[in-house]
């Protein structure tokens, strides 16, 4: 009797970083915020971890960590990082102060500015690289959000200059 049959599916996953066969996986070694590959984000993104984008994203990205950009990921957009990696798909500027690596399966157009380059194999890559010295990216400015609403603080103020 055949009442089972095998689920076929594609795999539709997202692709973390491959992990070594000996290696220790612990919190530093997973990014932080992953952005799905059926996410679109138009705007700047600042972060103060370690970005995985596989969706896409046009505008600007900044990380105090690592920025990925996976082979489902599409960024229309500049990258500022201490370090980056690109497997998909980039349009704008690239810029690191530690290392930039390229997979074979990435596609660049703009201008690389690190120390250190690292590019695979039949990746596509048009624009400028420049390695002369380390780059200065300018500190990230991270908005806090209150978590009660501004009325909420003036009501409180309020009370205390009537006693």
Not at 28 to 51: D, F, H, L, N
Not at 62 to 82: D, F, T, V, W
Not at 123 to 151: C, H, R, V, W
């Amino acid at each position: 009797m055949g009442f089972f049959k095998e689920d076929k599916k594609k795999d539709e996953s997202v692709s973390l970083p491959k992990v070594e066969k000996n290696s220790v996986i612990t919190q530093e070694s997973i990014p932080r915020t992953i952005i799905g590959k059926t996410v679109q984000i138009k705007g700047s993104i600042i972060a103060e971890e370690e970005m995985l984008i596989e969706g896409k994203i046009d505008g600007e990205v900044r990380s105090s960590k690592k920025i990925i950009i996976g082979a489902q990921g599409e960024a229309k957009a500049n990258l500022y990082a201490p370090a980056i990696k690109v497997a998909g798909r980039v349009i704008g500027d690239l810029i690191a102060t530690t290392k930039i690596d390229i997979e074979s399966t990435a596609h660049i157009e703009g201008n690389i500015t690190a120390p250190k380059l690292s590019v695979s194999e039949s990746a596509y890559f048009k624009g400028n690289i420049d390695m002369s010295s380390k780059p200065e990216i300018p500190t990230l400015q991270i908005e806090k959000t209150p978590t009660e609403p501004e009325s909420v603080h003036k009501k409180e103020e309020a009370k205390k200059t009537i006693k």
